[in-house]
């Protein structure tokens, strides 16, 4: 598997010195700048997974540094460090330029490297979803409308992939079936009220999550998610359907909201092992 590549912006040299050192023996390639000069040489040559930077003032500088990578690697992921204190305005800026996460100094090379972790998983999910567009993987009726949601077929073999991690390195899983109105209850208004419901839900979940068809239901899967994590995020959801003002306002559309059901999977589960999460999807 080739390394991946990172790159790390700051004014001391010293520090950059010792995180490339910790950072190359965990099986990274890393580079190093003292400043975004430097740095926007290097990235207008090569893209990095993970970009991590000093927030050098102003903040408009550093947020054109970053427009420029999200054009050029949409899926990488830049990481901004700092041991000042932004204000409001400050903070519109970087969130808006396209920055990721805003890391507080000072921090040790462990909690740099769970970030960069992070920061892999974010750019690992980026190109799956390329992928899918590419590869006609998502759900037509969703995709007409621009809205990501995976097929059922490619979304089961998502879930497998998802579950054999889950089981290799210890952590949980979580699946959120959401159950739609049966096919006698559709009508005319269903296009409108599945779109408008896929909609709520991309904008409740992190970008790490993954909506899919599961049948002909939905299904959402979250990564590294307790049953705790589920069960707010399924009550969260269901609260916001049912304040929608469109679904509250439209007859035809509130009776579809009150055949929604909602069902959550843990892995690992009740039985503690992979096969009880599988079989909560063969049954469905």
């Not at 090379?109 to 920061?119: D, R, T």
């Not at 590294?224 to 994590?229: A, E, N, S, W, Y």
């Not at 306002?249 to 059901?261: A, C, G, N, P, Q």
């Amino acid at each position: 598997m080739p390394k991946e590549s990172l790159l790390l912006i700051d004014p001391f040299s010293n520090l950059l010195y010792a995180f490339k050192m910790v950072l190359e023996v965990e099986g990274y390639q890393v580079e190093t700048s003292v400043d975004l000069k430097e740095a926007g040489e290097k990235l207008s040559q090569k893209n990095f997974a993970v970009i991590v930077s000093e927030c050098y003032p102003p903040y408009e500088e550093i947020g054109l540094l970053v427009k420029q990578v999200k054009e050029k690697s949409p899926g990488s992921y830049f990481i901004v460090s700092t041991s000042l204190n932004p204000d409001e305005a400050a903070y519109e800026t970087l969130f808006a330029s396209g920055v990721d996460e805003l890391f507080i100094k000072p921090y040790s090379p462990k909690q740099l490297s769970a970030h960069i972790k992070k920061g892999l998983r974010h750019k690992e999910l980026v190109q799956e979803k390329l992928e899918a567009e590419q590869g006609s993987l998502l759900d037509p009726l969703a995709q007409k409308e621009g809205q990501f949601v995976f097929n059922s077929g490619y979304f089961k073999k998502y879930i497998s992939q998802e579950l054999k991690k889950a089981q290799r390195h210890s952590d949980p899983l979580s699946l959120i079936l959401l159950n739609l109105p049966p096919k006698g209850e559709k009508g005319e208004n269903y296009e409108r009220f599945y779109l408008e419901l896929t909609k709520i839900l991309r904008k409740n979940l992190r970008d790490e999550d993954v909506l899919g068809r599961e049948n002909g239901n939905l299904g959402i899967l979250l990564y590294k998610t307790d049953p705790q994590g589920s069960q707010a995020l399924e009550q969260r959801i269901s609260k916001v359907i049912q304040g929608h003002p469109l679904f509250a306002s439209d007859r035809k559309l509130t009776s579809l909201v009150e055949h929604l059901s909602f069902r959550h999977i843990t892995f690992p589960g009740s039985s503690g092992n992979p096969e009880f999460f599988q079989s909560i999807l063969k049954e469905n």
